[in-house]
């Protein structure tokens, strides 16, 4: 499985990169947003478009994700466009995101305009991440569009089935692959029972149906579901930094590395010098 950093922090993308285990980068307007504050934050004065092009050179040979943020087919594929001819020619990595419908409710006329989109800018030859899919029927429809690869929100289902059900959490909390029951019955969402559950059907349907588009299980927010995606068989997790961090930890690793120093013979040492 390709592990790419879900962030738009150069800081913390370089170091991801640095630790050799980065496969890409995914970004979104909520993730621009906080890398942007947190710069100013610091006092810098952002020049967006250079630090777009920093993120890019950093990410080199590996896919960028950048989002657009128009709501009719043609707004996006317009914008897609625009961002793909700025950025492309930095390194040449550029993959445009649309969310798989920009309505904000059901009813509103512009349902289809982000396949709309994905199918416009897929058949000019640029890679498309179709994003916000929270239903395997979604991914498949992505997936006709011509998306290059389909994001299902796994972190995010889980939000909805505990809430549903009353479910006290904090975001970060492991919610089982397998699901769980309330009040005797299983808590599901239209047959999917976790956001693991969600990014394996996506792979699945993918995969009966011969579709090349790749599944980036996102919106995952520990080690362990990271461990799952890769269970389910996702060809890609994108993954917050802290998350990237945390997958390296164990304790008996640390307990390990101590008794193993403590045993260390000195001739031998000595001899590899
Ligand atoms: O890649 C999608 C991701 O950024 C959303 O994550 O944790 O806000 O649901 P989250």
């Not at 059901?106 to 994905?118: N, Q, R, Y």
């Not at 011509?146 to 505990?162: C, E, K, N, Q, T």
Request: hydrophobic content about 40%.
């Amino acid at each position: 499985m390709k592990i790419f950093i879900d962030s738009a922090d150069l800081d913390e993308i370089a170091q991801a990169f640095d630790w050799g285990v980065c496969d890409g980068v995914t970004t979104n307007p909520s993730l621009m947003k906080k890398a942007v504050d947190r710069r100013a934050g610091k006092g810098e004065k952002l020049d967006l478009r250079d630090y777009i092009a920093r993120i890019l050179t950093i990410a080199k040979g590996t896919p960028v994700s950048l989002e657009v943020t128009e709501f009719s087919a043609q707004g996006m594929a317009a914008q897609g466009i625009r961002i793909y001819e700025l950025f492309n020619p930095v390194a040449e990595n550029v993959v445009i995101k649309i969310p798989v419908s920009p309505a904000f409710k059901d009813g509103d006329p512009t349902h289809f305009d982000g396949l709309k989109a994905v199918r416009d800018l897929s058949g000019r030859g640029i890679p498309v991440n179709c994003t916000l899919i929270f239903t395997p029927e979604q991914a498949l429809l992505a997936a006709k569009a011509g998306a290059a690869y389909v994001s299902p929100f796994a972190g995010r289902i889980d939000d909805l089935l505990r809430s549903t059900a009353g479910i006290v959490f904090e975001k970060s909390d492991y919610y089982p692959a397998d699901g769980m029951e309330g009040d005797g019955e299983p808590i599901e969402d239209n047959g999917i029972v976790s956001g693991i559950d969600l990014v394996e059907q996506c792979v699945d349907v993918l995969d009966i149906h011969g579709f090349d588009a790749e599944v980036i299980a996102a919106s995952l927010r520990n080690p362990r579901q990271a461990r799952e995606a890769a269970l389910a068989g996702s060809q890609i997790a994108t993954l917050p930094f802290g998350v990237i961090r945390d997958m390296l930890k164990h304790q008996k690793t640390y307990e390990g590395m101590e008794l193993f120093t403590r045993d260390i013979v000195p001739e031998y040492v000595k001899m590899l010098q």
